[in-house]
Protein backbone atom coordinates (compact mmCIF):
# COMPACT_ATOMS: atom_id res chain seq x y z
CA UNK A 1 0.00 0.00 0.00
CA UNK A 2 1.80 3.20 -0.91
CA UNK A 3 1.62 5.80 2.30
CA UNK A 4 1.91 9.61 1.79
CA UNK A 5 -0.29 11.48 4.88
CA UNK A 6 1.40 8.89 7.63
CA UNK A 7 4.88 9.51 6.12
CA UNK A 8 5.13 13.19 7.52
CA UNK A 9 5.31 10.94 10.98
CA UNK A 10 8.42 9.26 10.23
CA UNK A 11 10.09 11.04 13.51
CA UNK A 12 6.55 9.25 15.35
CA UNK A 13 7.34 6.07 14.35
CA UNK A 14 11.11 5.44 15.18
CA UNK A 15 11.36 7.77 18.12
CA UNK A 16 8.78 4.85 19.59
CA UNK A 17 11.24 2.67 21.85
CA UNK A 18 9.50 0.28 22.40
CA UNK A 19 9.09 0.63 25.83
CA UNK A 20 5.94 -0.86 26.31
CA UNK A 21 4.56 2.10 29.39
CA UNK A 22 1.48 2.83 26.82
CA UNK A 23 0.32 -0.42 27.57
CA UNK A 24 -0.41 0.55 30.91
CA UNK A 25 -2.95 3.04 29.91
CA UNK A 26 -4.32 1.92 26.75
CA UNK A 27 -7.90 1.11 27.07
CA UNK A 28 -8.08 -0.67 23.72
CA UNK A 29 -4.89 -2.86 24.76
CA UNK A 30 -6.81 -3.76 28.11
CA UNK A 31 -9.75 -5.18 26.23
CA UNK A 32 -7.96 -7.01 23.52
CA UNK A 33 -4.84 -8.06 24.86
CA UNK A 34 -2.83 -8.36 22.15
CA UNK A 35 0.38 -6.14 21.78
CA UNK A 36 -1.27 -5.08 18.27
CA UNK A 37 -4.14 -3.16 19.91
CA UNK A 38 -1.47 -0.83 22.04
CA UNK A 39 0.01 2.23 21.01
CA UNK A 40 3.29 0.43 20.54
CA UNK A 41 1.46 -1.92 18.48
CA UNK A 42 -0.39 0.28 16.42
CA UNK A 43 3.32 2.40 15.36
CA UNK A 44 4.58 -0.66 14.89
CA UNK A 45 2.05 -1.72 12.03
CA UNK A 46 2.12 1.85 10.67
CA UNK A 47 5.49 1.69 10.60
CA UNK A 48 5.09 -1.52 8.65
CA UNK A 49 2.84 0.05 6.02
CA UNK A 50 5.02 3.01 5.51
CA UNK A 51 8.20 0.43 4.96
CA UNK A 52 5.89 -1.87 2.24
CA UNK A 53 7.04 -5.12 4.96
CA UNK A 54 3.27 -5.54 5.74
CA UNK A 55 -0.13 -5.85 3.64
CA UNK A 56 -3.35 -3.54 5.17
CA UNK A 57 -5.19 -6.95 5.60
CA UNK A 58 -8.49 -7.36 7.44
CA UNK A 59 -6.67 -7.76 10.72
CA UNK A 60 -4.29 -4.47 10.27
CA UNK A 61 -6.99 -2.71 9.12
CA UNK A 62 -8.81 -3.09 12.17
CA UNK A 63 -6.10 -2.62 14.64
CA UNK A 64 -5.60 0.44 13.13
CA UNK A 65 -9.19 1.49 13.60
CA UNK A 66 -9.05 0.03 17.00
CA UNK A 67 -8.03 3.96 18.97
CA UNK A 68 -10.18 6.00 20.35
CA UNK A 69 -8.16 9.02 19.97
CA UNK A 70 -7.85 9.22 24.07
CA UNK A 71 -4.35 10.18 24.08
CA UNK A 72 -3.68 8.70 27.31
CA UNK A 73 -0.47 7.22 25.51
CA UNK A 74 0.89 10.30 24.79
CA UNK A 75 0.41 11.62 28.33
CA UNK A 76 2.65 7.83 29.80
CA UNK A 77 4.96 7.84 26.55
CA UNK A 78 8.20 8.80 27.82
CA UNK A 79 9.50 9.51 23.91
CA UNK A 80 5.95 12.05 23.67
CA UNK A 81 5.23 10.07 20.62
CA UNK A 82 2.52 11.90 18.55
CA UNK A 83 0.35 8.47 18.42
CA UNK A 84 -3.06 10.04 17.71
CA UNK A 85 -1.45 12.27 14.71
CA UNK A 86 0.39 8.93 13.48
CA UNK A 87 -2.85 7.18 13.60
CA UNK A 88 -5.32 9.57 12.23
CA UNK A 89 -2.42 10.19 9.27
CA UNK A 90 -2.42 6.20 8.96
CA UNK A 91 -5.80 6.25 8.53
CA UNK A 92 -5.96 8.52 5.54
CA UNK A 93 -3.53 6.55 3.78
CA UNK A 94 -5.52 3.28 4.35
CA UNK A 95 -8.96 5.39 3.18
CA UNK A 96 -7.22 6.90 -0.09
CA UNK A 97 -5.82 3.27 -0.78
CA UNK A 98 -9.66 1.39 -0.46
CA UNK A 99 -9.43 0.17 3.14
CA UNK A 100 -12.10 2.29 5.14
CA UNK A 101 -14.19 0.48 7.17
CA UNK A 102 -18.01 0.09 5.47
CA UNK A 103 -19.71 2.03 8.38
CA UNK A 104 -17.61 4.98 8.72
CA UNK A 105 -17.67 5.21 4.96
CA UNK A 106 -21.41 5.36 5.67
CA UNK A 107 -20.81 8.11 8.17
CA UNK A 108 -19.09 10.35 5.88
CA UNK A 109 -21.53 10.22 3.05
CA UNK A 110 -24.33 11.00 5.63
CA UNK A 111 -22.23 14.04 6.91
CA UNK A 112 -21.44 15.16 3.06
CA UNK A 113 -25.70 14.88 2.31
CA UNK A 114 -27.03 15.91 5.66
CA UNK A 115 -24.55 18.15 7.26
CA UNK A 116 -24.33 15.52 10.31
CA UNK A 117 -23.55 11.87 10.90
CA UNK A 118 -26.92 10.42 11.89
CA UNK A 119 -28.60 10.96 7.94
CA UNK A 120 -31.05 13.28 10.03
CA UNK A 121 -33.06 15.35 7.89
CA UNK A 122 -34.60 18.11 10.11
CA UNK A 123 -32.47 21.36 9.93
CA UNK A 124 -30.59 22.63 13.31
CA UNK A 125 -33.31 25.80 13.40
CA UNK A 126 -36.16 23.33 13.02
CA UNK A 127 -34.85 20.96 15.93
CA UNK A 128 -34.15 23.26 18.14
CA UNK A 129 -37.42 25.73 17.62
CA UNK A 130 -35.36 28.76 17.03
CA UNK A 131 -33.79 31.12 13.84
CA UNK A 132 -30.36 32.19 14.00
CA UNK A 133 -29.88 36.14 14.63
CA UNK A 134 -27.36 38.93 15.39
CA UNK A 135 -26.04 38.38 19.10
CA UNK A 136 -22.91 38.39 20.77
CA UNK A 137 -22.59 34.95 22.05
CA UNK A 138 -23.77 31.67 20.04
CA UNK A 139 -24.37 28.09 21.14
CA UNK A 140 -22.90 25.28 19.04
CA UNK A 141 -24.67 22.81 19.54
CA UNK A 142 -22.91 19.84 17.52
CA UNK A 143 -25.05 17.34 15.87
CA UNK A 144 -25.37 14.55 18.99
CA UNK A 145 -26.92 16.44 21.35
CA UNK A 146 -29.28 17.86 18.57
CA UNK A 147 -29.76 14.74 17.34
CA UNK A 148 -29.55 12.11 20.08
CA UNK A 149 -29.77 14.26 23.21
CA UNK A 150 -31.65 17.37 22.89
CA UNK A 151 -32.35 17.56 26.82
CA UNK A 152 -29.07 18.24 26.79
CA UNK A 153 -29.80 21.45 24.31
CA UNK A 154 -32.93 22.43 26.29
CA UNK A 155 -30.56 22.79 29.09
CA UNK A 156 -27.99 24.80 27.46
CA UNK A 157 -31.19 27.27 26.27
CA UNK A 158 -33.10 27.35 29.30
CA UNK A 159 -29.78 28.47 30.91
CA UNK A 160 -29.09 30.81 28.33
CA UNK A 161 -32.80 32.24 28.90
CA UNK A 162 -32.76 32.32 32.77
CA UNK A 163 -29.47 34.64 32.81
CA UNK A 164 -31.17 36.85 30.23
CA UNK A 165 -28.19 36.31 27.96
CA UNK A 166 -28.86 37.89 24.09
CA UNK A 167 -27.81 34.79 22.44
CA UNK A 168 -28.04 32.82 19.32
CA UNK A 169 -28.66 29.60 17.84
CA UNK A 170 -26.56 28.68 14.66
CA UNK A 171 -27.15 26.99 11.17
CA UNK A 172 -24.34 24.90 11.78
CA UNK A 173 -23.40 21.52 10.20
CA UNK A 174 -21.05 18.38 11.45
CA UNK A 175 -18.14 19.82 13.12
CA UNK A 176 -16.49 17.36 11.42
CA UNK A 177 -14.53 15.72 13.99
CA UNK A 178 -15.69 12.09 12.96
CA UNK A 179 -14.11 12.96 9.51
CA UNK A 180 -10.61 13.94 11.11
CA UNK A 181 -10.49 10.56 13.59
CA UNK A 182 -11.36 8.69 11.46
CA UNK A 183 -9.26 9.40 8.25
CA UNK A 184 -11.11 11.14 5.66
CA UNK A 185 -10.23 13.59 3.43
CA UNK A 186 -9.60 17.94 4.10
CA UNK A 187 -11.06 19.04 1.28
CA UNK A 188 -14.45 17.40 3.03
CA UNK A 189 -13.51 18.83 6.45
CA UNK A 190 -12.38 21.94 4.79
CA UNK A 191 -16.15 22.46 3.67
CA UNK A 192 -17.75 22.05 6.89
CA UNK A 193 -15.22 24.05 8.50
CA UNK A 194 -15.87 27.45 6.53
CA UNK A 195 -19.90 26.91 6.61
CA UNK A 196 -19.25 26.50 10.42
CA UNK A 197 -17.11 30.04 10.48
CA UNK A 198 -19.75 31.70 7.86
CA UNK A 199 -22.61 30.58 9.89
CA UNK A 200 -20.97 32.16 12.95
CA UNK A 201 -19.48 35.24 11.29
CA UNK A 202 -22.87 36.02 10.27
CA UNK A 203 -24.19 36.63 13.54
CA UNK A 204 -21.54 38.38 14.52
CA UNK A 205 -20.86 36.32 17.56
CA UNK A 206 -17.30 37.53 19.89
CA UNK A 207 -18.16 34.14 22.15
CA UNK A 208 -19.40 30.80 20.76
CA UNK A 209 -20.18 28.15 23.62
CA UNK A 210 -20.06 24.25 23.24
CA UNK A 211 -21.67 22.11 24.77
CA UNK A 212 -19.74 19.67 23.24
CA UNK A 213 -16.06 18.17 23.63
CA UNK A 214 -15.44 16.93 20.28
CA UNK A 215 -16.78 19.67 18.40
CA UNK A 216 -14.53 22.52 21.12
CA UNK A 217 -11.40 20.51 20.39
CA UNK A 218 -11.61 20.86 16.54
CA UNK A 219 -12.95 24.54 16.59
CA UNK A 220 -9.62 24.59 19.00
CA UNK A 221 -7.05 22.44 17.62
CA UNK A 222 -7.98 21.85 13.83
CA UNK A 223 -10.10 24.73 12.67
CA UNK A 224 -7.43 27.17 12.61
CA UNK A 225 -5.19 25.07 10.67
CA UNK A 226 -7.14 25.87 7.79
CA UNK A 227 -9.05 29.22 8.23
CA UNK A 228 -8.68 31.71 10.73
CA UNK A 229 -11.48 33.51 12.49
CA UNK A 230 -11.86 36.30 15.53
CA UNK A 231 -14.30 34.68 17.66
CA UNK A 232 -13.28 32.88 21.11
CA UNK A 233 -14.68 29.34 21.33
CA UNK A 234 -15.54 28.15 24.50
CA UNK A 235 -16.64 25.09 26.56
CA UNK A 236 -20.17 25.98 28.01
CA UNK A 237 -18.82 25.36 31.45
CA UNK A 238 -15.40 27.89 31.15
CA UNK A 239 -18.45 30.70 30.02
CA UNK A 240 -20.97 29.36 32.85
CA UNK A 241 -18.31 29.20 35.58
CA UNK A 242 -17.91 32.84 35.94
CA UNK A 243 -21.54 33.93 35.74
CA UNK A 244 -23.96 34.83 39.02
CA UNK A 245 -25.91 31.77 39.94
CA UNK A 246 -28.46 30.80 41.89
CA UNK A 247 -28.96 26.82 42.30
CA UNK A 248 -31.34 25.25 44.65
CA UNK A 249 -29.63 22.63 47.10
CA UNK A 250 -28.41 19.38 45.91
CA UNK A 251 -26.99 16.19 48.16
CA UNK A 252 -26.06 13.53 46.10
CA UNK A 253 -22.94 11.80 45.77
CA UNK A 254 -21.59 12.94 42.74
CA UNK A 255 -18.12 12.88 40.51
CA UNK A 256 -17.00 13.43 37.09
CA UNK A 257 -15.80 12.37 34.70
CA UNK A 258 -13.60 14.31 32.14
CA UNK A 259 -13.63 14.16 28.51
CA UNK A 260 -10.42 13.49 26.64
CA UNK A 261 -11.50 15.67 24.09
CA UNK A 262 -11.75 18.97 26.74
CA UNK A 263 -9.22 17.22 29.09
CA UNK A 264 -6.00 15.73 27.68
CA UNK A 265 -6.75 17.23 24.83
CA UNK A 266 -7.09 20.73 25.65
CA UNK A 267 -6.74 20.81 28.96
CA UNK A 268 -9.85 21.86 30.46
CA UNK A 269 -10.38 20.31 34.00
CA UNK A 270 -11.36 23.24 35.95
CA UNK A 271 -14.25 25.19 34.84
CA UNK A 272 -17.00 22.14 35.40
CA UNK A 273 -15.20 21.26 38.69
CA UNK A 274 -15.65 25.06 39.83
CA UNK A 275 -19.21 24.88 38.41
CA UNK A 276 -19.97 21.54 41.00
CA UNK A 277 -18.53 22.94 43.64
CA UNK A 278 -20.93 26.06 43.78
CA UNK A 279 -23.98 23.69 44.17
CA UNK A 280 -25.52 24.11 47.93
CA UNK A 281 -24.97 20.86 49.63
CA UNK A 282 -22.96 18.96 46.85
CA UNK A 283 -21.21 15.65 48.01
CA UNK A 284 -18.06 16.12 45.05
CA UNK A 285 -15.20 13.52 45.19
CA UNK A 286 -13.19 12.88 42.58
CA UNK A 287 -12.77 9.50 40.65
CA UNK A 288 -9.42 7.58 41.04
CA UNK A 289 -8.41 8.92 37.14
CA UNK A 290 -9.52 12.79 37.18
CA UNK A 291 -7.93 15.54 35.00
CA UNK A 292 -5.26 14.14 32.85
CA UNK A 293 -5.38 10.78 33.98
CA UNK A 294 -8.50 10.07 33.62
CA UNK A 295 -10.27 6.57 31.60
CA UNK A 296 -11.52 6.84 28.24
CA UNK A 297 -15.32 6.12 27.60
CA UNK A 298 -14.37 3.90 25.02
CA UNK A 299 -16.53 5.74 22.31
CA UNK A 300 -14.18 7.97 20.40
CA UNK A 301 -12.01 7.83 17.04
CA UNK A 302 -15.00 5.96 15.19
CA UNK A 303 -14.75 3.19 18.01
CA UNK A 304 -18.05 3.40 18.99
CA UNK A 305 -19.78 2.95 15.48
CA UNK A 306 -17.15 0.23 13.98
CA UNK A 307 -16.52 -1.88 17.10
CA UNK A 308 -19.45 -0.88 19.44
CA UNK A 309 -18.86 -4.58 22.23
CA UNK A 310 -15.11 -2.95 22.81
CA UNK A 311 -16.37 0.74 23.52
CA UNK A 312 -19.85 -0.80 25.77
CA UNK A 313 -16.40 -3.02 27.60
CA UNK A 314 -14.40 -0.02 28.17
CA UNK A 315 -16.78 2.43 28.79
CA UNK A 316 -18.38 -0.07 31.28
CA UNK A 317 -14.72 -0.13 32.99
CA UNK A 318 -15.17 3.54 33.33
CA UNK A 319 -18.56 3.72 34.95
CA UNK A 320 -17.49 1.26 37.46
CA UNK A 321 -15.01 3.02 38.63
CA UNK A 322 -17.61 5.57 40.04
CA UNK A 323 -19.20 3.12 41.55
CA UNK A 324 -19.02 4.90 45.30
CA UNK A 325 -21.00 8.00 43.75
CA UNK A 326 -24.77 8.44 42.64
CA UNK A 327 -24.28 10.44 40.17
CA UNK A 328 -21.66 10.55 37.36
CA UNK A 329 -21.39 13.78 35.73
CA UNK A 330 -19.86 14.73 32.08
CA UNK A 331 -19.56 17.59 29.98
CA UNK A 332 -19.68 15.75 26.51
CA UNK A 333 -22.65 14.42 24.97
CA UNK A 334 -20.75 11.34 23.28
CA UNK A 335 -19.40 10.33 26.64
CA UNK A 336 -22.38 10.45 28.02
CA UNK A 337 -24.21 8.11 25.61
CA UNK A 338 -21.17 6.06 25.80
CA UNK A 339 -21.04 5.35 29.29
CA UNK A 340 -24.84 5.32 29.21
CA UNK A 341 -24.04 1.79 26.91
CA UNK A 342 -21.39 0.87 29.00
CA UNK A 343 -23.45 0.53 32.51
CA UNK A 344 -26.18 -1.48 29.78
CA UNK A 345 -23.77 -4.08 30.26
CA UNK A 346 -22.72 -3.18 33.90
CA UNK A 347 -26.21 -2.75 35.29
CA UNK A 348 -24.71 -0.06 38.33
CA UNK A 349 -27.36 1.73 40.14
CA UNK A 350 -25.31 4.92 39.13
CA UNK A 351 -27.29 8.31 37.15
CA UNK A 352 -25.17 9.27 34.32
CA UNK A 353 -26.15 12.93 33.35
CA UNK A 354 -24.63 15.99 31.33
CA UNK A 355 -23.43 18.94 33.50
CA UNK A 356 -25.46 20.88 31.68
CA UNK A 357 -28.85 19.17 32.05
CA UNK A 358 -27.67 19.23 35.87
CA UNK A 359 -26.95 22.81 36.39
CA UNK A 360 -30.14 24.14 34.64
CA UNK A 361 -32.42 21.53 36.61
CA UNK A 362 -30.96 23.22 39.55
CA UNK A 363 -31.33 26.71 38.50
CA UNK A 364 -34.01 29.26 39.84
S1 LIG B 1 5.16 4.55 25.67
FE1 LIG B 1 5.75 5.64 23.77
S2 LIG B 1 7.85 4.95 23.33
FE2 LIG B 1 7.00 3.53 24.82
S3 LIG B 1 6.15 1.87 23.54
FE3 LIG B 1 4.46 3.30 23.93
S4 LIG B 1 4.47 4.72 22.17
FE4 LIG B 1 6.45 3.63 22.18
S1 LIG C 1 -4.91 7.15 21.91
FE1 LIG C 1 -5.79 5.87 23.56
S2 LIG C 1 -6.72 4.11 22.47
FE2 LIG C 1 -5.33 5.12 21.03
S3 LIG C 1 -3.42 4.00 21.19
FE3 LIG C 1 -3.28 5.77 22.61
S4 LIG C 1 -3.98 5.00 24.61
FE4 LIG C 1 -4.62 3.49 23.03
Not at 58 to 64: F, G, M, N, T
Not at 148 to 167: C, F, M, P, Q
Not at 255 to 283: A, F, N, S
Request: aromatic content about 10%.
Amino acid sequence: METKHVNKYLKEMITCTMCGYCKEVCPTFKEIGWDSASARGKIALSYGLYMGDIEPDDSVVERLFQCTTCEDCKRRCPSKTEVVKALEAIRKDMNEAGFALEIHKKIYDSIKKYGNPYAETASRSEVLGEQPKKAKIAYFAGCTATYRNKEITDAAISILKKLGVEYTILDEVCCGSVLQRTGFDDESLKKLIDANIDAIEATGAKKVLFSCAGCLRMFRKEYKQFRDFDFEALHFTEWLADQELKLKPYTKKLTYHDPCHIGRHIGIYEPPRKLIERIPGVQFSEMEYNRDKAKCCGGGGGVRSAFPKLAQDIAANRVKQAEFAQVLVNTCPFCLNTLKFGNEKLKQDTEIIDILTLIDSLME
